[in-house]
């Protein structure tokens, strides 16, 4: 056997993502004609400036190696394996600034982003929301958690006061902003006791007239204790400001990356590759649903062992919305009789009462399930249905977490 | 394989070709619509709602493509069974069938004409697991977070229901999880007016077409259920007057090879993920103003052959220099065992060489002497390779 030592170089700004791509081995004979057997498929590749490689064992031979990280960005190597361990550092497309590197590696930042400056319509204004709470509220309440949000979005009433913080650093029509570290974002300092009221924190960013609303998933807790930075990249575009949330979240990250990209197979190898520390102790209910909702987008016939994860991410997170969202829909897709149904339009039910989800895929997912009983008359599924999909029209589909701008998304 | 064209019996409306398969089949419905009488330019009365959306010549042509090109070459790996056309354009013409060489009336893309065509489909999907379901559509979308509504010809023909005309697209797709086809793929060549005000009519999204049955149990095999979308923002971008669309002549160059890999055992198949790597390519090529194509959602996304290929493809070989700027004053050579296949004089663009595999040597010179001459020689893979050439001043 001949190993080949794999990683991407790419820039972080001193972060390494062991898991931070997905690459194809294919393999050719002496001849130059392939030679499929030889191929390793779906490995997971380290990306940083100084990242340790990943080993992959391969036959002796010729290979053509290709590399697709969350970006979109595709990059190929060609390799003699020979006795020799034989060291393959994949080059790919930097960052235009070194402070935007983690935001170009998830697909933050256009792969050739020129850094044009914004529109000049004056700096936007970010501020940070505290002050919703969950509002639980009956079977036929009045949706005040979704209702705040529109309000807020569509400038229907005034808004909240908001306190405005300062970016960590930026250029014109770019603002970095930080939870953690250098931040100037705190999350709150004691967590709320268990069944006592949630507080949902919201970003809000403010352009002339253009307003955009993301709830903000911090803190971001990591497996080796501790909380995650999450940055918060706001950029003020022609058609209004659009804010981009990325928990610097080395295992996590590039799954959200690949998600919103719409590249579900390697995200479903990343987590595949992360599943136990996604689900076992699930320390972060924010990074469990993200694995929830490629699980549930890529499953396959017979592919069920982590069914229960997702019933375990519903139950034990009582605030969480993206939690119930994934348990109705894979209820209503395995339903197999009417206490199925049943259960699946509590779960949806449910998902309302706890409020936006965290993931724009949760509300678009939340949207289809109301969607399936509002459709049979049910009415009570039909007024949930007409708030939520009036919040999800202003969703932007292009952002990983549930961004809502005035206008349409 | 015998084969049947024309309306015959309640099940063959509009039907442009079939074939009689033994076993599970693929079955494609296309719709085209250019012809708007109620939006602006139309020749009936212009609706409230026409939310700036005019006439379109480019919709019809796609779907004339995307038709045809079906007929010729989507025989793997599930035999095609059916092609059901609708077309709405100012002056109608028939269709050209591309291997008996009929010329076949088409029936126009009414909303009602779209309802009965969308049952037919899903009913040929309900022959078996095994059917395969293809939708293309092309014409105006008016979109609105996740939520699309496409239009079909007659939108706006009822002064107080304009989306009456309209097909509520992803109920559409949500539904078809119910059909027995597992394999359901779906194109949408639309120009997405993002529009709250069309939309904003309660839950009325346009026509739902199917409606969920929930005292039925699931399908017991998971669905793959790709959707690609064009999406292009607004009208002005997206029309190729008399054309088919960037977005549909850059899909049918990733059907016919540029979107397969040989990633599973060496056999070429065009899969989704390598599709939508295709479309981001090749319509960035052709028209980088149009930006990113819109995010597919990520869902249904099961692995699924969508094509198999007999052969490799020939690889689309994308030849730039780095740093980009020299790219414009270059002059690009390619070289196998030394003998010249192709050159290119400075231009613009990335220089695009359609090569099959092998090796091959890039040389890119500068008449104007502002870089260095640089070569490397690399190995094309199909189905796409960018070539680098690092140049020094």
């Known amino acids: 056997m001949s190993e080949l030592l794999l990683r991407v170089d790419k820039y972080l700004d001193g972060a390494e993502v062991p898991h931070g791509a997905v690459a194809q081995v294919l393999a050719f004979d002496s001849r130059g004609g392939r030679s499929p057997a030889a191929d390793v498929r779906d490995v997971v590749v380290p990306v940083g400036g100084n990242v340790a490689p990943a080993s992959i064992p391969v036959e002796p031979g010729d290979y053509l190696i290709e590399v697709l990280l969350p970006n979109g960005e595709r990059t190929s190597a060609e390799v003699r394996a020979g006795e020799a361990p034989v060291s393959v550092d994949l080059a790919v497309t930097h960052s235009p600034r070194e402070w935007l590197s983690w935001q170009h590696l998830v697909g933050g930042v256009p792969l050739r982003e020129n850094m044009r400056p914004g529109r000049g319509a004056g700096p936007v204004r970010l501020e940070w929301l505290e002050g919703l709470p969950r509002g639980r509220v009956g079977l036929a309440g009045p949706g005040y958690p979704w209702r705040a949000v529109l309000a807020i979005v569509t400038g229907a009433e005034p808004a909240p006061e908001g306190l405005a913080v300062a970016p960590l650093t930026g250029e014109s029509g770019w603002q970095l902003y930080r939870f953690g570290a250098a931040g100037a974002l705190k999350w709150l300092d004691q967590e709320p006791e268990p069944g006592g009221p949630m507080r949902r924190r919201y970003l809000v960013a403010r352009s002339g007239a253009d307003v955009s609303l993301v709830p903000v998933p911090v803190p971001w807790p990591i497996t080796s204790g501790g909380a995650a930075v999450v940055d918060v990249l706001v950029r003020d575009q022609p058609d209004g400001a659009r804010i981009l949330i990325s928990p610097m979240d080395q295992y996590i990250a590039p799954v959200i990356g690949f998600l919103s990209a719409g590249s579900a197979q390697p995200a479903r190898v990343l987590v595949d590759h992360a599943r136990s520390r996604l689900f076992e102790k699930m320390v972060n209910p924010f990074a469990a649903a993200a694995g929830g909702y490629v699980l549930l987008a890529t499953e396959e016939t017979g592919d069920t062992a982590w069914h229960p994860l997702i019933a375990n991410l519903a139950a034990r997170f009582d605030w969480l919305p993206d939690g119930a969202v994934l348990q109705g829909r894979l209820l209503l897709r395995h339903r197999s009789g009417s206490a199925d149904v049943h259960a699946a339009r509590d779960s949806f039910m449910e998902a309302y009462r706890r409020g936006l989800p965290f993931y724009t895929l949760g509300l678009q997912w939340l949207v289809d399930g109301l969607r399936t009983f509002a459709g049979t008359g049910d009415e009570e599924a039909g007024r949930m249905l007409a708030t939520v999909q009036e919040v999800a029209w202003h969703a932007d589909l292009a952002q990983p977490f549930a961004t809502l701008r005035s206008g349409t998304g | 394989m015998i084969v049947l064209i024309g309306g015959f019996g309640p099940m063959s409306e509009f039907l442009v070709h079939e074939a009689q398969v033994d076993g599970p089949a693929a079955h494609v419905l296309v719709v085209g619509v250019g012809n708007y009488p109620h939006l602006l330019g139309g020749s009936g009365p212009i609706s409230a ?344 001043p």
């Open chain 2, 49 to 392: 709602k026409h939310g700036g959306m005019g006439q379109l010549t480019s919709c019809p042509e796609s779907a004339r493509a995307f038709a045809a090109w079906a007929i010729a070459e989507l025989d793997t790996p599930v035999p095609l069974g059916s092609v059901t056309l609708l077309l709405s354009e100012a002056d109608p013409s028939p269709f050209l069938h591309p291997t008996t060489g009929a010329r076949l009336a088409v029936a126009p893309a009414t909303a009602d004409n779209v309802e009965t065509a969308l049952s037919q489909w899903r009913a040929r999907g309900d022959a078996g697991a095994g059917e395969r379901l293809v939708l293309f559509f092309s014409g105006h979308g008016i979109a609105a977070g996740a939520d699309l509504t496409l239009l079909a010809e007659d939108y706006g023909a009822k002064p107080h229901n304009a989306l009456d005309g309209a097909v509520d697209f992803r109920n559409v797709v949500a539904a078809m999880d119910q059909c027995l086809a597992r394999e359901q793929l779906y194109f949408v060549d639309a120009c997405r007016v993002g529009s709250l005000a069309l939309l904003s009519a309660g839950s009325n999204n346009g026509r739902p077409i199917f409606q969920q049955d929930l005292l039925a149990p699931a399908q017991p095999q998971m669905r793959r259920a790709p959707v690609f979308y064009a999406a292009l923002p607004g009208t002005s971008a997206y029309g190729i007057p008399g054309r088919p669309s960037v977005f549909t002549r850059a899909l049918l160059a990733g059907l016919q090879g540029y979107g397969a890999d040989d990633f599973d055992g060496g056999d070429w198949q065009v899969t989704p993920s390598r599709l939508q790597d295709a479309l981001e390519v090749l319509m960035a090529l052709e028209a980088p103003e149009l930006g990113r194509l819109p995010v597919p959602a990520a869902e249904h996304h099961g692995r699924v052959v969508i094509r198999a290929l007999a052969e490799a493809p020939d690889g689309l070989t994308i030849v730039e220099c780095d740093p980009r700027e020299a790219t414009e004053a270059a002059s690009f050579a390619c070289f196998e065992n030394d003998l010249e296949r192709a050159r290119r004089g400075p231009a613009k663009r990335a220089w695009t060489v359609p090569l099959p595999e092998g090796r091959y040597r890039f040389v890119a010179e500068f008449a104007d002497g502002s870089f260095r001459r640089e070569e490397v020689e690399r190995r094309v893979h199909p189905p796409l390779m960018r070539i680098p050439l690092r140049v020094r």
